[in-house]
């Protein structure tokens, strides 16, 4: 277990964050930490594996390789599956699922090469355990094998996380299509006031004007205070056989010891006093209600928080159509916000509410809307490329000066 080859998938856009987080929390660098398209991958310890589960924001998973050969048939999957020694990572007393991806895979059926995964582990154990085999679990599995195919490929994985990573254990109260924790870290990465690598944050104040339920202030909040992001949850890894709980127990002891943080000012606001509310629960479960002001009212009048009036940080992802469902009442940013169908006058009204209250402000803002900057009548100093889920998006930067759309020549994707 002192040498395993661990992938660490992530949103597309995220890959190189989520390298300089792996990075600084392990120190592993060259060839055993590479980013690849939709992830990292990592050479690392049984140990490396549940501290990454610990305190890794960008990360959706931990998995371990098991296996990676050429495939052309079911049957060919049958055999890769058969030769990998499943019993010493779970007895057949666990439950275990199978989920299998595929990229330009000839099969023709994905439900039946997860059949032939399945009916390989279930035979290996048939025969080790004196034909007594583990039972499948599709909604709470003990155990989640990770099966992922490319045209003439198969790799084969065991999961150390469970629930997937962005789960952190706080958020109860939701609106509408909420913003992954996992990339809300990633935007807050992007826009320079979390550095991933060495943990660091700006001393700017943060904002998020269309905070819904609190997401991105409250992920601000932890990295602010040092709180990893897998505190008040468990993970896979503790069901495993190789799972040792006096390392785990050190692991943790380490991350309680550690000296506390002090937070930069951070504030979000919504439209909606019942989000609100829902953002101060979720702010108090995450442990991190006394380090944000929420406070209720419409994007186009919130005015800079009160001791942040000479510049911050705005970070905000507005809930856009894919999203949501836009109907006769826009609900973006300012929910109640009448607009046209596409959100266009909210937010030409908030670019000239930035630029006449919040000069000397950087804002960050995520959507699908290439033509968003044009919508603002503002140039964007720097474009990001970066994916919520399926739907691909850009994460903006826009320069408030006072009376003008003056700014950088944006990045080229």
């Known amino acids: 277990m002192n040498q395993l080859q661990l992938f660490l998938p992530c949103a597309a856009g995220v890959e190189d964050f989520l390298a300089q987080e792996v990075h600084g929390l392990t120190g592993l660098a060259g060839d055993d930490l590479l980013a690849s398209r939709g992830g990292v991958f990592v050479r690392g310890s049984w140990r490396d594996a549940m501290k990454l589960n610990l305190y890794s924001r960008l990360a959706q998973r931990v998995l371990i390789e098991l296996a990676h050969a050429p495939y052309r048939s079911e049957n060919d999957l049958y055999a890769i599956a058969s030769g990998v020694a499943w019993e010493i990572w779970f007895t057949p007393k666990h439950t275990f699922k199978i989920e299998t991806t595929a990229q330009h895979s000839p099969l023709q059926s994905l439900n039946f090469a997860t059949l032939r995964i399945k009916d390989a582990i279930a035979d290996r154990f048939r025969a080790k355990a004196g034909g007594v085999r583990p039972s499948i679990e599709t909604q709470w599995p003990d155990v989640r094998v990770f099966a992922h195919l490319t045209t003439d490929q198969c790799t084969l994985y065991i999961d150390t996380s469970g629930e997937p990573l962005f789960k952190r254990g706080w958020r109860q109260d939701t609106g509408d299509a909420p913003l992954k924790e996992t990339l809300a870290a990633a935007m807050l990465a992007a826009s320079g006031w979390w550095n991933p690598e060495t943990g660091a944050v700006s001393e700017a104040p943060l904002y998020d004007p269309c905070c819904g339920s609190g997401t991105i202030a409250i992920e601000a909040a932890q990295i602010g205070l040092g709180i990893p992001a897998g505190a008040l949850r468990r993970f896979g890894f503790e069901k495993l056989l190789p799972f040792q709980p006096h390392v785990w127990e050190s692991i943790q002891n380490e991350a309680a010891d550690a000296p506390a943080k002090t937070s930069p000012a951070i504030f979000g606001s919504d439209v909606s006093h019942r989000m609100v509310d829902f953002a101060e ?10 380090a944000i002001e929420f406070r209720g009212g419409d994007a186009l009048q919130r005015m800079p928080p009160e001791g942040a009036a000479q510049g911050g940080v705005i970070v905000l992802n507005p809930p856009y159509g894919e999203r949501i469902e836009v109907g006769g009442v826009a609900r973006i940013g300012a929910r109640e916000q009448a607009a046209t169908e596409d959100g266009g006058e909210f937010f030409s ?11 000397g402000w950087t804002a960050w803002m995520l959507t699908p809307d290439l033509q968003l900057p044009k919508r603002m009548r503002l140039k964007e100093s720097r474009r990001v490329p970066m994916w919520n889920g399926p739907i691909e998006c850009r994460l ?6 006072a009376g003008s759309a003056r700014a950088g020549r944006p990045a080229r994707d």
């Open 281 to 290: 629960r979720n702010a108090e479960r995450a442990g991190v209600a006394d």
């Open 349 to 359: 009204q908030l670019a000239s509410h930035w630029k006449k209250n919040y000069a």
């Open 396 to 401: 903006f930067r826009f320069d408030m000066v």
